[in-house]
Antibody, heavy 120, light 111 residues
């Protein structure tokens, strides 16, 4: 079955760039669907960050768009997130997930999530 | 403040039914039939329970059902079981600019 696994640094300094990768197994990214990033600050709700298609087409949360870049590497069957100029407010568990084709914006399955803390 | 409004908590006894509401606007919930619901147990990733308002993915018990009326979507869980105790989030398509919005989440307690 489809499985996703996030990886990347668990600690990022303020003003620096957060970088995460999501490795997909059991399904080829090139076969279809969108692939998304969602985050959850400790004790709070979910926030969609952005999504990418295998062709490289992206769309982002307007509130984060100026700081977010999502890219895809079909040869490695993975996609990545970069969030620049981070602050403590960006501390969260970051999830990657397979996403239905817009506007069918369901997310399934999800990776286990990775906690990223922004602190000096 | 989340784009979609959910009650912070609901509760019910085993065997009973509970309904969780998700209120948006005509620009999201009311404008499209693309509402999904997620169950999240503590320390775990969310799990898709309902998509496209009322469709259940394979493996989700038919005790879980979804519906929509106007700008409000609802998740109903019938025959409550202890393992249903979790946080539940709704999510909706919100047009080509905003795209995806989530609710603030509802904590379900099984008494």
């Amino acid at each position: 079955q489809v499985q996703l696994q996030e990886s990347g640094p668990g600690l990022v300094k303020p003003s620096e760039t957060l970088s995460l990768t999501c490795a997909v197994s059991g399904y080829s990214i090139s076969s279809g669907y969108y692939w998304g990033w969602i985050r959850q600050p400790p004790g709070k709700g979910l926030e969609w960050i952005g999504s990418i298609y295998h062709s490289g087409s992206t769309y982002y949360n307007p509130s984060l768009k100026s700081r977010v870049t999502i890219s895809v590497d079909t040869s490695k069957n993975q996609f990545s997130l970069k969030l620049s100029s981070v602050t403590a407010a960006d501390t969260a568990v970051y999830y990657c997930a397979r996403q239905g084709i817009n506007p069918h914006n369901w997310f399934d399955p999800w990776g286990q999530g990775t906690l990223v803390t922004v602190s000096s | 403040q989340s784009a979609l409004t959910q009650p912070r908590s609901v509760s019910g006894s085993p065997g009973q039914s509970v309904t969780i509401s998700c209120t948006g606007t005509s620009s999201d919930v009311g404008g499209y039939n693309y509402v999904s619901w997620y169950q999240q147990h503590p320390g775990k990733a969310p799990k898709l329970m309902i998509y496209d308002v009322s469709k259940r993915p394979s493996g989700v018990p038919d005790r879980f059902s979804g519906s929509k009326s106007g700008n409000t979507a609802s998740l109903t869980i019938s025959g409550l079981q202890a393992e249903d105790e979790a946080d539940y989030y709704c999510c909706s398509y919100a047009g080509s600019y905003t795209n995806v919005v989530f609710g603030g989440g509802t904590k379900l307690t099984v008494l």
